[in-house]
Structures are given as structure tokens and as C-alpha cells.
């Protein structure tokens, strides 16, 4: 095994504020900063450097309004336009997830990185507890770069340089289906088209390589037959969402998560039913596709936009789009 846990290395340390790991794994609190203030330049790059470090971290006791949460984002990119999920009035980069008694189980019981189906999916993503339960909706972070360092290398070599499917069709084409009908579901699927990533990742800014594929949003593997890619990537899922490339949180009032979407994935744990659950997501936009070759991926410039709607968002190159097949499909 070539990954290293916490207690194998030196742990950083920080000049603006104090670490506390909260797995072996990934993820570590943060203490002595409040993120609604405007912090300067140095903190915010010691932030980066910390969540480089640590891939997902955490704050305690931060009450944040809208604008004090947007204009924390901003500091680390530009958000994401409306999608599907509800925003409140006047902020179409915020995502208001609300859970009640009313509430199906969301799209966050399942791992994923977010926007995974887009071309340009979420870089970070902010997350701010609001009114949480007493007990339970934790949720988990799993560590996908430790996940892929653990595998053989033979089994790394086969897997670097293919490519995946991604698309809401996996987990929400059928209830769409069954709940609206067909049209609804043509026009989701016109608005957001499946797209194609690496299924191993290297991150732009350490190149660490990671596992690019999730039970929530990942279609298929595009190289292989379908009884092939399937069975792999269940392989790929049992072996990477184990406790040991894992941490869990424990979410309070005012409570801040955010996290690398480029070598993580993450899922809510559903068992506050009917407790009533309301979080508010920033989701900041990748400037990079994901790339095997990050070095070698156009950057696109955002400017001081409010937001990008990502859905506008595409990459030309025919072999990257929709349809492209290498491999067979049979069974
Ligand atoms: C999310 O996937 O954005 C939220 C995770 C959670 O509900 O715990």
C-alpha cells in the first residue's frame, strides 16, 4: 500500500488557525477563524492549503446569512447558476436542500463528487448546516485518491486512460420517468446530457491520481462490454467507500463543510426520518474538465461573473462527446 494515514506523516501546521484531524484518512476541523468575516488573502491560502491537505474540512459554530456564504465562496472561485435543486430568492448560486416529512431520499444516499454529469463539473462545494437534527444526517466523505493508491498496480495501469459515462439518467431517469413522464424526462435529458470523463483522475494542483467514478452518476465504462464495466465498477465502489478511506461528521447548527470535488466523493446518511433536516450548498465550477492530463486542459476564464451556468458549458472536441464508443456494449 503506498497511501499514508494521519499518523504516518507529519501533520502541517498552520500560521492563522488550528487543525484537528477527524479520521485517519481525510478531513480535519478548523478553529480559531470565522469564515463570515472577510479574511485576508493569507488565511484564504492557507484554507486552500489545508483542504489540499486534508481534501475535506470543517467548521464549527458559523453563522453565516446568504451573502456572508456567497461572498466566502467567492474567495476560492465562481459559483454554479440555478440547476434543479431549489435556491432561495435572489441567490440562484445557492442550493437549499430541505429534508421533512415530506421529503423522498434525496440524491445525497449515494456517493458522488458533485455535477459529475456536467462537462465542467464543481471544483469545492460549501456546505452550510442550518437547522440539523439532534441525532443523525451525518454525512460521509470517502477519499478517492487513498482508494486508488491502495489498488495493485496492475490493476492502476489497466484502469488509467479509460473513460466513463456520466449522467442523471443512472439514479434519476427512471423516477423522473415514472413521476412526470416521458417528455419531462427528454427535456431533462436534453438539458443535461451525459457526458464523458477519465474514470482515473490526476488533480491539477498535487497530481494525485484518483478514481473518477461514482454509484450515483457514473453510467458505464465506455472501453469495456457492459457486464465487464458494470461488475468493475461495483468492484471500484466496494473497495473504495470503506470506513478506512473514509470520515464522518457530525453536522451541528452552523456547522461548514466544504470539500475538493476533484478526489472525493460524499453521501448523507438517511436516518433522521421524519426529522426535519435544511442545509444550503454553494457549489463552486471547475475551470478545468477532469483530465488524465490536467497540464495539457484549456482553462476557461469566468471573469468577475455572478455565477456560470454550467449547463452552457461544453467541450467541442468529438471525441469527448456523447455517443463516442471505443468498446463493445454487448452483454
Ligand atoms: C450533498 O450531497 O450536497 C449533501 C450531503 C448531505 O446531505 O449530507
Known amino acids: 500500500m503506498t497511501y499514508e494515514f494521519v499518523s504516518q506523516r507529519d501533520l502541517p501546521t498552520f500560521q492563522h488557525f488550528s487543525i484537528r484531524p477527524v479520521s485517519g484518512a481525510l478531513g480535519a476541523e478548523i478553529h480559531g477563524i470565522e469564515i463570515a468575516e472577510d479574511l485576508p488573502q493569507p488565511v484564504i491560502d492557507e484554507l486552500r492549503q489545508a483542504l489540499l491537505e486534508f481534501k475535506v474540512i470543517f467548521f464549527r459554530d458559523q453563522p453565516l446569512d ?3 456564504h456567497l461572498a466566502f465562496a467567492r474567495r476560492f472561485g465562481t459559483p454554479q447558476g ?19 416529512q415530506f421529503s423522498k431520499i434525496g440524491s445525497d444516499v449515494n456517493f458522488h463528487a458533485d455535477d459529475s454529469f456536467r462537462t465542467y463539473p464543481s471544483k469545492f462545494s460549501i456546505l452550510h448546516g442550518i437547522d440539523m437534527p439532534g441525532a443523525g444526517g451525518d454525512t460521509i466523505w470517502a477519499d478517492m485518491e487513498k482508494a486508488y493508491a491502495a489498488l495493485s498496480a496492475p490493476m492502476q495501469a489497466f484502469l ?15 423516477g423522473i420517468l415514472r413521476q412526470y413522464g416521458v417528455q419531462a424526462l427528454g427535456n431533462m435529458m436534453k438539458r443535461n446530457p451525459p457526458t464523458i470523463h477519465p474514470l482515473i483522475r490526476v488533480h491539477p494542483e498535487t497530481g494525485r ?3 473518477y467514478a461514482s454509484e450515483l452518476l457514473t453510467d458505464r465504462i465506455i472501453e469495456l462490454s457492459a457486464k465487464e464495466s458494470e461488475n468493475l465498477l461495483q468492484f471500484l465502489y466496494r473497495h473504495s467507500y470503506s470506513p478506512e478511506f473514509e470520515c464522518r461528521f457530525r453536522w451541528e447548527n452552523n456547522s461548514v463543510a466544504m470539500w475538493d470535488n476533484r478526489c472525493t466523493q460524499h453521501r448523507g446518511i438517511n436516518d433522521f426520518f421524519p426529522a426535519f433536516r435544511l442545509m444550503q450548498r454553494i457549489p463552486v465550477v471547475d475551470d478545468q474538465r477532469p483530465s488524465f492530463h490536467p497540464e495539457q486542459e ?3 476564464e469566468f471573469g468577475d461573473a455572478p455565477y456560470v451556468n454550467t449547463e452552457e458549458l461544453f467541450d467541442t472536441r468529438p471525441e469527448l462527446a456523447y455517443g463516442h464508443t471505443t468498446g463493445t456494449t454487448a452483454g
Open 82 to 100: 440555478p440547476g434543479a435543486i431549489p435556491q432561495p430568492e435572489g441567490y440562484p448560486m445557492i442550493r437549499r436542500q430541505q429534508y421533512d
Open 160 to 174: 488509467d486512460g479509460l473513460t466513463t459515462e456520466h449522467s442523471l439518467m443512472k439514479s434519476f431517469g427512471m
Open 209 to 211: 491520481k484518483s478514481i
Open 66 to 68: 446568504n451573502d456572508r
Open 298 to 300: 484549456k482553462r476557461l
